[in-house]
């Protein structure tokens, strides 16, 4: 088996899981959730949440993974061993199986990005006109076009992960990410200085406090803050696998959270703004992206410029979680078979591509598919994955693989979160989710 690379450090580190973190859930949900429940007043549940719950699950994750210096798989069989427990590797297999899930339709979208950043960078959308867009869209997902882009999206992926974590992964991020950032705040800039976007503003940050007593806000609060940096079991326990003994994991999980927070409220500035100042609907999900984002770039001054950088700017936010989704399944091949990176890559994307073709080709079966997998998988895994890190390994030993490297070490009060409020509000993520079709 190849030697296991690690990463170069702690900013490597960082870059990787704030790239592993930020994704489309960043741009197209959370601006739509944060004025819809409540403004400034959504923030009080979400930043609790993120910063108490998901900077706890990080933690978790990496420290399981640097522990162990295995994959999901891997790090579960060994601590079952441990233990002299049954079960560990069909356990282990369903965070991976669900971020694999991920990369399957995740890759899909990534090639509908890459089509429409080319689609801005050659002013294709100025001979489309505004009734038109929403056709144009619906033309191309779910329709053989959508392959050729799917397998592009696929390729470039699969070039990166092949390079290995520090000339693939980190370099990537490393480049991707200040990049990404820089973007976000001229863009915003520009769309706070459009006509009518004190409208967005007002949509965003002026507070309903009476929605604090719908408990619909705090489920879809805790749903966004769980799931945007990425807990599932798996994909932030890869990146902690490759992580050296002396980097300061309680930092590393606060600065993921705080830079994926600080990515959201810029995309919600890039975009909430631009959407009432032409007096639009806000939307969510890929119906903002593809439609609403399309149709202000027609209506601005100069939306060639900002649309070929708003576009390339979700090309990155998306590409660098891709990353993370195809690691997750490479290093599950190479641990278990053990076979070198560059053939574990080219079956994963493979197996990616080909899957991935029927929900190119039927944009119901893409959503069932997305939905069973975010909606079930991805919670249980990260449900498993809670009880394993807390509970079968220790959450004792957890908290001093945590606490090797760290300036200011975690007290004994942090058993308690992790072991009980953290696994506890796991399970109900997963509950709330299925009643609700989904809360991620």
Known sequence: MEKRETFSGKIGFILACIGAAIGLGNIWMFPWRLGSYGGAAFLIPYLFFILVLGTTGLMGEFAFGRNKKRGAIGAFKEVFEERNLPLASPLGAIPVIGVSGVFVFYLIVVGWILKYFILALTNGFATVSVDNIPAMFGGFAGQPQSIVWHMLAIIITLIIVNLGVVKGIEKANKYMMPTLFAILIVLGSRSLTLPGALEGLKFLFIPDWALLKDPTTWIMALGQSFFTVSLGGAAMLVYGSYLKDDVDIPESAIHTAIFNTCASFLAALVIIPAVFAFGLSPQAGPTLLFITIPNILKLMPGGYIFGTFFFLSIFFAALSSALNLME??????MDRFNISRRKSAIIVGTL????GIPLDLNINLFGKFADFVSIYLIPLGAVLAAIVFFWVFGVSRA?????KGANKPLGVWWEFVAKYVFTIVAV??????????GIG
Not at 328 to 333: I, N
Not at 399 to 403: D, L, Q
């Open 399 to 403: 908290r001093e693989e945590i606490n």
């Open 428 to 437: 109900i993520v997963l509950v709330l989710g299925v009643i609700y079709g």
């Open 352 to 355: 990616g591509f080909l899957i």
């Open 328 to 333: 997750v399944p490479v290093e599950a091949l």
